[in-house]
Nanobody
Framework: QVQLVESGGGLVQAGGSLRLSCAASGRTFSDYTMGWFRQAPGNERDFVAAISWSGGITYYADSVKGRFTISRDNAKNTVYLQMNSLKSEDTAVYYC????????????????????WGQGTQVTVSS
């Protein structure tokens, strides 16, 4: 059984930083692209960032490019999301997810491409 557990959310002022972590277990972590998504109240779950199974390639939504950095430590089965210069519009529940395809070559920003999800962690940015 695959489990993803996020941590690191909280309340931060605009312009501040947070680092989210997602610990994975249950299958070979290093074989799968990992993604971060977020969902604000009343909105759909949106893609934020993804990192290839090797960690060598990353991809970001335009809204976070230059402010957020995704990384992974395959030895620790953990993926991270460093969030800097936070804005009020970044307020959402953040979810990590594992790609359903082993060693996918091309990234997907669709939620349907990911088969396991964490429980989510709340990020609130006050203006």
């Amino acid at each position: 059984q695959v489990q993803l557990v996020e941590s690191g959310g909280g309340l931060v002022q605009a312009g501040g930083s947070l680092r989210l972590s997602c610990a994975a277990s249950g299958r070979t972590f290093s074989d799968y692209t990992m993604g971060w998504f977020r969902q604000a109240p009343g909105n759909e779950r949106d893609f934020v960032a993804a990192i290839s199974w090797s960690g060598g390639i990353t991809y970001y939504a335009d809204s976070v490019k230059g402010r957020f950095t995704i990384s992974r430590d395959n030895a620790k089965n953990t993926v991270y999301l460093q969030m800097n210069s936070l804005k009020s519009e970044d307020t959402a529940v953040y979810y990590c997810a594992s790609d359903r395809s082993r060693r996918r070559i091309l990234f997907s920003t669709r939620t349907g491409a990911y088969d396991y999800w964490g429980q989510g962690t709340q990020v609130t940015v006050s203006s």
